[in-house]
């Protein structure tokens, strides 16, 4: 299995940014296709973005899309994921996710690795 842990969350003024990192240990992590998923208060939880195995391919909600990027790098075990442009609906827990068998990006379900979370707030 592989043990993920999120950092880079904190508070922020609307317009500002932010990069969330994803450390990952244990199994190879190319072996996983990897998500950002988000939960905020009284919502479900929101796919975000995600990246294919190699890192070739990008995958983002409409609600990010053109101000968040994703992006992932084998070599050092690790993903990301800059913020941009972060506006108040933005606040919510930021999950990383990994999976290594097929199935709807957009499910969480599908995901069998998740690390705690990280908070992001921002404010109006």
């Known amino acids: 299995q592989v043990q993920l842990v999120e950092s880079g969350g904190g508070l922020v003024q609307a317009g500002g940014s932010l990069r969330l990192s994803c450390a990952a240990s244990?199994?190879?992590?190319?072996?996983?296709?990897m998500g950002w998923f988000r939960h905020a208060p009284g919502k479900e939880r929101e796919f975000v973005a995600s990246?294919?195995?190699?890192?070739?391919?990008?995958y983002y909600s409409d609600s990010v899309k053109g101000r968040f990027t994703i992006s992932r790098d084998n070599a050092k075990n690790t993903m990301a994921l800059q913020m941009n442009s972060l506006k108040p609906e933005d606040t919510a827990v930021y999950y990383c996710?990994?999976?290594?068998?097929?199935?709807?990006?957009?499910?969480?379900?599908?995901?069998?690795?998740w690390g705690q979370g990280t908070q992001v707030t921002v404010s109006s």
């Open positions: 244990g199994r190879t992590f190319s072996n996983y296709y």
């Open positions: 996710a990994a999976r290594n068998r097929l199935g709807d990006r957009l499910d969480p379900s599908v995901y069998s690795y």
């Open positions: 990246v294919t195995w190699s890192g070739g391919t990008t």
